[in-house]
């Protein structure tokens, strides 16, 4: 005889399943054993592939919209650095209807104000340099291709593959002899060297880099430090030319001859800043002409 163990009675129980309205019921079974008053559930189910691609869509609409949205708030933000400029300290109706874009400019503190110029000290800033083609410092082709060349550079054409944010305003400058160094602020500065009919335009680096600046991977760019300086600034709107430039140029020099603090720098260039995009009203354009000078006493 074979001995009769008291073993727990296993059942096996079908489970209903409830069809979703509208759809047809899927391949899904249930399996539920008891053991010692134990339920165990087992379901296995499959997905159509319409059903995942589906979920698909809509998880990459998920996050279409996320970056849609961060996008929106970054462009949002830059625009509005355009549409709500700031204003500097206007001293006639002409600068006050001027405005200049919100975006880091280099550091200065004003010494002293005169009718005609004001007196500034500017803080070290660093530059990225590049020789332009051309003999007029304000001639649209030669300046495109120097400011294209360095705008690749800020914007990730460097050692770091890194963008660096825009500065203002854009400088233009001229120097009278050889071995002037390069002066002024933000973002493009133009120098003419020597004799050589060739002129360079600058960048100014966003201050938060200091020395420690990616370099550039084109060869025609360079990077300096602009030491500190003191410079007259004349600011006027509208669009800027060369012959305007030269006027504007010997109507400082005439009136710096005046002060009794301050004398041009030996030496010195003609500095222009111009402060705005392209597409702004000639009345609502800054722009400054600029000559370094030193203490009368020194």
Not at 39 to 44: A, D, E, G, P, Q
Not at 104 to 129: G, H, N, W
Not at 257 to 271: A, H, L, R
Request: glycine residues 4%; contains cysteine.
């Amino acid at each position: 005889m074979f001995p009769v163990c008291n073993l727990s009675p296993l059942s096996l129980q079908p489970v209903r399943v409830v069809p979703i309205p509208g759809k047809p019921t899927r391949h899904s079974s249930f399996l539920s054993v008891t053991n010692s008053g134990e339920r165990i559930s087992t379901r296995k189910s499959n997905i159509s592939p319409f059903e995942s691609r589906i979920s698909l869509v809509f998880a990459l609409a998920s996050q279409a919209n996320s970056l849609s949205q961060r996008l929106l708030t970054d462009v949002a933000a830059e625009t509005a650095k355009y549409l709500f400029p700031k204003r500097f300290e206007s001293r006639n109706l002409e600068e006050a209807l001027m405005s200049v874009p919100d975006l880091e400019t280099v550091v200065f503190k004003v010494l002293s104000r005169r009718d005609q110029y004001e007196i500034r000290e500017v803080e070290p800033y660093f530059v990225a340099e590049a020789t332009m083609p051309g003999k007029r410092g304000f001639d649209f082709n030669g300046a495109s291709q120097s400011f294209n060349v360095l705008a690749e550079y800020l914007f990730g054409k460097n050692t770091k593959n890194e963008k660096m944010e825009m500065t203002t305003p854009v400088f233009t400058s001229k120097n009278q002899s050889e071995g002037v160094k390069m002066d002024m602020t933000t973002p493009v500065l133009t120098t003419k060297i020597g004799d050589q009919d060739k002129w360079r335009m600058s960048f100014v680096m966003p201050s938060k880099y200091g020395a420690n600046l990616p370099l550039p991977k084109d060869s025609s760019v360079t990077i300096k430090e602009v030491p500190r300086k003191i410079v007259a600034v004349v600011s006027f709107s509208g669009f800027v030319n060369d012959e305007q430039i030269k006027q504007r140029e010997l109507k400082l020099r005439e009136a710096l001859k005046s002060d009794s603090q301050f004398k041009i720098k030996e030496g010195t260039s003609i500095e222009v800043a111009q402060y705005n995009p392209p597409f702004t009203l000639p009345f609502q354009r800054r722009n400054e002409i600029a000559l370094e000078v030193e203490w009368n006493n020194k």
